[in-house]
């Protein structure tokens, strides 16, 4: 790598050119990326990519105007300093609005800064003529965008894109959470209270906790793989697999535990009391997640989760009590 200080003038505006057009693509490919479910988002980048298209066509007929026909290649990471490496799109899929939205300002404050500093190493007049107007676009850019944005996005295609973000969101993080939270809540009721019912008369509860915890961590690892490895997510659109198996593992093992850590209390009767009431509120907090997110009517919904819960809840404590 080569420090930004040891580029000539020809180099930078070749890194310039090459900088512009990475980011022409870039937006090519958030527009692609997001032209199905996102259409009016989309457009909004397209207008962004024909913007970044001019400067580069301006900085092309600059460059041979003083120094001819071929163009060196010079790229991002073959110069080292302020310039940031920027995070590859595949590596962003599923494709998210806020996080692509976030992507484009970084975008936009990384080129204008290149080319502040570049200003500064020309000599030549029309050479640092044209890199203060890109500065200035690149500093207007934002601003631009925002009318493009009001433009193309109505109110009706704003409620449209924030319906299908919302479903991306229930498909990719929600319904896989809810799963790993109903598995980690329900199926470690029976071990954990067989446990604290067969060992009450020895007057110890450690052992509960440590079968909760057990049951906790293995439900959450054997829940992630299952749901890491149940698809790839590129023809249902549920997202990066092993995104829902970590959300799905996680949420399995803090099912578990949250009525777990109760039986770190000495006395059986206390501890089995709050495990109790905590199983009550994770009942709860299912029958609201599946209620708020995947719509489903507050009573059949608290009523099914309810109905689970306690069967299984007299499973593990006549188990306990044989």
């Known amino acids: ?46 207008g962004m990519r024909e913007e970044e298209s001019g400067h580069r066509r301006r900085l092309i007929e600059l460059y041979r105007a003083k120094f001819g026909e071929h163009i060196p290649l010079i790229r991002r990471q073959d110069v080292k300093g302020f310039i940031i490496n920027r995070k590859p799109l595949w590596l962003m899929k599923p494709l998210r609005l806020d996080a692509i939205r976030k992507q484009a300002a970084t975008l936009e404050v990384e080129t204008r800064r290149f080319y502040e500093k570049a200003v500064d190493r020309m000599q030549d007049a029309s050479i640092r003529q044209l890199l203060n107007d890109l500065a200035q676009e690149e500093r207007d850019h934002e601003h631009r965008a925002e009318e493009l944005g009001r433009s193309n996005l109505d109110s009706a295609a704003r409620e449209q894109e924030d319906d299908a973000n919302r479903r991306l969101f229930v498909l990719q993080i929600v319904q896989p959470g ?47 793989f299952a749901e890491a490895l149940s698809d790839d997510g590129s023809l249902t659109g549920r997202g990066h697999p092993w995104v829902r198996g970590l959300v799905c593992g996680l949420m399995t093992g803090l099912g578990g535990i949250f009525h777990t850590l109760p039986f770190l ?31 489903s009517p507050w009573f059949s919904a608290t009523m099914q989760v309810m109905l689970g819960g306690i069967l299984v809840f007299i499973a593990g404590v006549l188990i306990g009590s044989s």
């Open 1 to 46: 790598m080569r420090s930004f200080e040891s580029l000539s003038e020809k180099e930078i505006l070749a890194l310039a050119i090459s900088l512009e057009e990475e980011d022409e693509r870039i937006y090519a490919d958030f527009a692609e990326g997001l032209r199905q479910d996102f259409p009016a988002t989309a457009s909004m980048f397209d």
């Open 178 to 224: 809810l799963a790993g939270l109903m598995d980690g809540s329900v199926s470690t009721l029976a071990p954990v209270f067989a446990a604290a019912f067969a060992t009450r008369a020895t007057g110890s509860t450690h052992t509960a906790f440590a079968v909760g915890l057990a049951a906790s961590i293995g439900a959450g690892i054997s829940m992630g």
């Open 265 to 295: 209390i000495p006395s059986f009767v206390v501890a089995t009391s709050a495990a109790s009431v905590v199983v009550v509120v994770e009942l709860l907090v299912i029958a609201w997640i599946r209620h708020r997110f995947m719509e």
